[in-house]
Each structure stands twice: as structure tokens, then as C-alpha cells.
């Protein structure tokens, strides 16, 4: 197997609309790939199903950045991001990982995230009620987006009102491509993020509620099993992560059904299949691509190839998840598949903590949007739908039409 590094040509419109024949064609090269992934930065690409679910339980693959040999993957980081939110579950191994999860997971259980279930559909039916009459909609920003962010707040005790400044400093912290951006507005981003948090901690800590930042706060003042940089950062990434990947999630399972009639036409019918449609969207066209950062330790032989010590290793979830020695037909979407165990939430000791929660969302959502929106097709031809373009992965924009209540056609 070639060692040259791969390109992954994030400025090629085709690439981000589709990256899934590059994506095979890595995965044929090998059970380890070196690529240059957005931002110019150096990765070795774990492409196979049983390789990339080893390494992400694999302790000798790190999760903190700060492990890595290459000095840009730190450098290319907003100053205040290295200053002030590096103290968080995603970035952290064992032991501070196991303290920091154990304080909030009790709330993303699946028996807490069924109680809100009622409240998850009563805001679905709102978003919904403000478009149907028009009989068109832009479903990302009426409907998938509002959404998870919507529910996150009230879990948190965030203020609804404030969440437009929120999502727009999210969309310049995590803005991705072939080049990185302008550091100087992602830096402004973050200080006005963590200003935004500590401001709420504050208000939080004078008048403490029935909610999961209260919880926080208890931990650090009385507790003290928080320092104040992991609460700002705890706070910042339930904030961030409870909603960004929900909305592709959303977003580009309604895609999917739209680009393949047959399982739209499919899932109608069969509205109980929904549990196993969602699994398939995140199998098929995931929210994270192409996959999972970790960093390592050591030496580390994988698939045959020696990785070594200090290197990023990209557990290129997006491309296992297609792997056809685990998946049969894996190109095709096939809402009734039921040995389905992807890795779109990862694996291990860092297997998605709101996995509940977004699967949930995502169930609600769509199953929703399939019952009061008939005749649901794309507003505009598929080539002209927009795509992030690297990292996160889902459509930017999903405009639709539909039939307004009395137009349904049969």
C-alpha cells in the first residue's frame, strides 16, 4: 500500500456533495490510509469496520489533542480555545474522563431521555404548525435546527431567546474546509461563547433550578468535583453537542429519503420502522465525517501498518460504516436493516453520551415530518443542494415543498 498522503479535495463541490466513491476507493487501498483532511493537517485514516472499532477502545489511541507531535494541530486551535475549553469529555482520557461523564450521565439515560418524549414532540409540532400552511418550507433552518437546539436549552435552563447569538458563534468555532478561517473571527467566537456561559453560570448559581447546568454548578461550588475551567467547558460542550449533530442528523435523513422514494414511500407505510430507519441514516450518510480523531501514544500497528507515535489516527467512521465485510450491499439504504451496529456514535469509553437523546430527536422529527408533510419533495434539483464541507457532515440548506392541509394528493 502506497504511503503517499491523499488529498481530500474539500474545495471540490463534487467531493462534498458526495465524498462516498473517494471513500470506497480509500477503503480498497487499505486498511490504513494517510490523508490530508481539512485544514491541511496530516491524519492516518483507519478505513475497515473491525480495525476502527478496536482502535476507539484502543487506551494507547488518546483522546487529548495535546498528545499529538504535529505543533499545527494545537497552533491551529483559536487561542482561547487552548486558553480556557480544553478541559472537556471529548478532549480528556481516564481519569479525569471517567469523573467528567459520571457527573452528567444520569441525564442522558434512556429511561430520563424517554420522559421527554412529550416535550420533544410538542416543540416538533410547533416548528411544523408555522410552516404547513405555506406548503414550503427550508427544513435546516424552520425545522431541524430550532429543534435539538430548542431541547438542549431547556435541559440545560438556557434561555431560548439568546439561542440565534449562540448558533451563529457555533457555526464560526466549527467552520471547516480546505482552508481553516480567519483565526482572528473563530477567536472572537469563542471569548463571546465563554463569556455568554460564565454570564449564565452566574445567573444560574444566584437562582438555581430543576436543570442539568444547576447540577453543575452543585458539583463545582459544594462538591467541588469541578474546577471552574471544566465547568465552563462541561457547560459549553452539552451546549454545543447537544444540538450540532442532531440537526444533520435530521437534515440529512430527510435528504436521504427524498434522493430514494422507494424508502420514503417505504417509511410512510411502515411508520414502525423508524427506530431502524434512523440507525440506517446514521450508518449510510452519518453526521460526522469522515470519522474520529484520536492521537497516539506510542507506536501503533494497525491493519498491518505502523502508526507512529504522536500521529493523528482518524478513525474514519463515515468509511467503516460502508466496510462490505460487516454491512451487505452497504451503498444501499435499506431502512429495514437490522444488524446495524455502526459507528456514526463511536465506541468505547466515548461512545456518545446523547446518543439517546439524539436518536429520540431524530425518530420524532422525521417520523413527524413524514405525517404532516405530504407529497414532500425537494424545493430545488439535488445537484444544487449545499453540503458542510468537512467534519461535520449534512445539508446547509434542505428546501421543500409539500401539499398545505386539504391539497394532499393521494
Known sequence: ??????????????????????YRQLREDGPVRRAVIAGGLDAWLVTRYEDGLAALSDPRL???????????????????????????????DPPDHTRLRRLVSKA?????????????????????DAVVPAGRAELVADFALPLPVTVISELLGVPMDDRYDFQRWTDAMLVRGERMADPVVVDEAWRQMHAYVTKHLEAKRARPG????????????????????????????????????????????????LAHPD????????????????EEFLRYDGPVSP???????EDVEIGGVTIPRGAMVLVASAIADRDPT??????????????????????????????PLARLEGQIAIGTVLRRLPDLALAVPPAELSWRPGGLRGPVRLPVTFSPPGEATD
Open 62 to 92: 488518546s483522546s487529548d489533542v495535546r498528545d499529538a507531535s504535529d505543533p499545527r494541530l494545537i497552533e491551529q486551535l483559536p487561542a482561547f480555545e487552548r486558553e480556557s475549553m480544553m478541559s472537556n469529555m471529548l478532549r480528556s
Open 263 to 278: 424508502q420514503l414511500a417505504l417509511l410512510r407505510d411502515r411508520p414502525q420502522l423508524l427506530p431502524d430507519a434512523v
Open 326 to 355: 460487516r454491512f451487505r450491499d452497504p451503498d444501499r439504504l435499506d431502512i429495514t436493516r437490522r444488524d446495524n451496529s455502526h459507528l456514526a456514535f463511536g465506541h468505547g469509553i466515548h461512545y456518545c453520551l446523547g446518543a
Open 210 to 257: 430543576d436543570d442539568l447546568m444547576s447540577a453543575l454548578i452543585s458539583a463545582h461550588d459544594e462538591e467541588q468535583r469541578l474546577n471552574h475551567d471544566e465547568l465552563i467547558a462541561m457547560t459549553f460542550l452539552l451546549l454545543v453537542a447537544g444540538y450540532v449533530t442532531t440537526v444533520n442528523l435530521i437534515g440529512g435523513g430527510i435528504a436521504a429519503l
Open 108 to 128: 442522558f439515560t434512556a429511561r430520563r431521555v424517554a420522559g421527554l418524549r412529550p416535550r420533544v414532540q410538542e416543540i416538533t409540532d410547533r416548528l411544523l
Open 1 to 22: 500500500m502506497s504511503q503517499q498522503p491523499v488529498l481530500l479535495p474539500y474545495a471540490d463541490p463534487a467531493f462534498v456533495a458526495d465524498p462516498f466513491p473517494l
Open 291 to 297: 470519522g474520529i480523531a484520536r492521537f497516539a501514544r
